[in-house]
T-cell receptor, first 117, second 114 residues
Framework: AQKITQTQPGMFVQEKEAVTLDCTYD???????LFWYKQPSSGEMIFLIY??????QNATEGRYSLNFQKARKSANLVISASQLGDSAMYFC??????????????FGKGTKLSVIP | ETGVTQSPTHLIKTRGQQVTLRCSSQ?????VSWYQQALGQGPQFIFQ???????GRGNFPPRFSGLQFPNYSSELNVNALELDDSALYLC?????????????FGPGTRLTVL
């Protein structure tokens, strides 16, 4: 069974600073994918970034980058130049294949990020 | 392009009752997944529907059932509600022509069981 571990229940970061949110995973699959989602207090899950296990380069999307270390089974999210609007819950998730080429997501418990003015 | 919508936003039920939650998928998407998110936890996969058929199921009892309609909207039904069913229920849609792997989530339905 796949497992996602997020060891930081809460993190604080000063506005305009960078922050790293940790995520480790466990899987026996050779091919897998890792996602990061942001969940504001409104509840909606917002997709941030995706990393495939065979991708040679770390994924980047604007201020978000993923520090993927395959041998350590870690996929940490780095947010650069934090903004007040970044305050939210952040979830790391792994895809697990289903029928018809689709997949389900297995989530970690999340990290609550608070950006301080 | 209309995003994923869910109804109702909030719901209060008592133990033993039955509830139906609804989800309209994003235009062009043919796959709907349902997740349960208990307070302070990450979402847990309930099941997925693809072209009106169940495509996979997580570790949830049979009193959690679902349906997908020809327009790809979906329902989640929970019978014999228990206190532990209190949670945010999230629906996500995916698929469609030229679609990426991303699952697009709706705003969720918050269910409280008293």
């Amino acid at each position: 069974a796949q497992k996602i571990t997020q060891t930081q229940p809460g993190m604080f970061v000063q506005e305009k600073e960078a922050v790293t949110l940790d995520c480790t995973y466990d899987t026996s699959d050779q091919s897998y994918g890792l996602f990061w989602y942001k969940q504001p207090s409104s509840g909606e899950m917002i997709f941030l970034i995706y990393q495939g296990s065979y991708d040679e380069q770390n994924a980047t999307e604007g201020r978000y980058s993923l520090n993927f270390q395959k041998a350590r089974k870690s996929a940490n999210l780095v947010i650069s130049a934090s903004q007040l609007g970044d305050s939210a819950m952040y979830f790391c998730a792994m895809r697990e294949g289903l029928k018809a080429g689709s997949y389900q997501l297995t989530f970690g418990k999340g990290t609550k990020l608070s950006v301080i003015p | 392009e209309t995003g994923v919508t869910q109804s109702p936003t909030h719901l209060i039920k008592t133990r033993g009752q039955q509830v139906t939650l609804r989800c309209s998928s994003q235009s062009g998407h043919n796959t709907v997944s349902w997740y349960q998110q208990a307070l302070g936890q990450g979402p847990q996969f309930i099941f997925q529907y693809y072209r009106e058929e169940e495509n996979g199921r997580g570790n949830f009892p049979p009193r959690f059932s679902g349906l997908q309609f020809p327009n790809y909207s979906s329902e989640l039904n929970v019978n014999a509600l228990e206190l532990d069913d209190s949670a945010l229920y999230l629906c996500a849609s995916s698929g469609g022509s030229g679609a990426s792997d991303e699952q697009f989530f709706g705003p969720g339905t918050r269910l409280t069981v008293l």
